[in-house]
């Protein structure tokens, strides 16, 4: 389902833990990360993909979630000809995705990278909420970063310079610098699983894993 302009509609998500990390996963057979996307089937509302592509992907249900913001508007991205399936070159320009920030209210072990028999990622972890931008394939990093850009302004406070006062633990440093990023967590393919590549998904195979967190610029 394209618009008139060949751009298909699309919904990408950036779950928080209650320290707000990202979830960030590292594509099925591949060394790249990125955040949980996929498109809207027609009929469906953002919203309704959005919790459609949170269960295929990390296994999670609405329960599991809370809602806390999303982009206003449609952030777009062109695809190289390269990374099109030659029968949609000429009509397939890109995407067009809405974001949603959302905060895991559940537990880790709700999330769940088998919940289908096509899973998109092999491994995750919790990772500072700006992520390493060189890691994720090149075309998609200006929409990575206007979507954390305009969501960073609703992430949940953080009282953390309070709890660290009544401690007696300077916070000088700590203001200036991210959590460190959790560990990752793999899983194996179960017997007969098949992956149907996203045409769209960054397909590189060597890209290097991430690097330590970064803080945004200023």
Do not use: C
């Not at 995407?95 to 092999?122: C, M, S």
């Not at 929409?143 to 953080?158: C, H, N």
């Amino acid at each position: 389902m394209l618009d008139r302009d060949g751009f298909r509609p699309n919904v990408g998500i950036i779950l928080l833990n209650q320290r707000n990390q990202v979830f960030w996963g590292k594509r099925i057979r591949t060394h790249s990360w990125q955040f949980p996307q996929g498109g809207i089937d027609r009929g469906e509302s953002p919203e309704q993909a959005m919790f459609r592509e949170l269960h295929e992907e990390v296994g999670l249900h609405p329960e599991h979630v809370r809602i806390i913001a999303r982009t206003r508007d449609w952030l777009r991205y062109e695809v190289p000809d390269r990374f099109i399936r030659r029968d949609a070159r000429g009509h397939y320009k890109g995407q067009k995705q809405i974001w949603y920030l959302l905060q895991l209210v559940g537990h880790d072990w709700d999330l769940n990278l088998r919940a289908t028999d096509h899973p998109e990622f092999d491994a995750w972890r919790w990772h500072d909420y700006w992520v390493p931008l060189d890691v994720v394939v090149e075309f998609k990093r200006g929409v990575y970063e206007m979507a954390l850009t305009e969501l960073a302004r609703y992430l949940p406070r953080q009282d953390f310079r309070n709890r660290f006062l009544r401690s007696n633990v300077r916070t000088r440093d700590f203001d200036h610098q991210a959590p460190d990023a959790g560990p990752a967590h793999h899983f194996d393919l179960p017997p007969g699983a098949s992956f149907d590549p996203d045409p769209n998904a960054n397909t590189a195979s060597d890209l290097p894993p991430p690097p330590d967190p970064f803080h945004a610029p200023r």
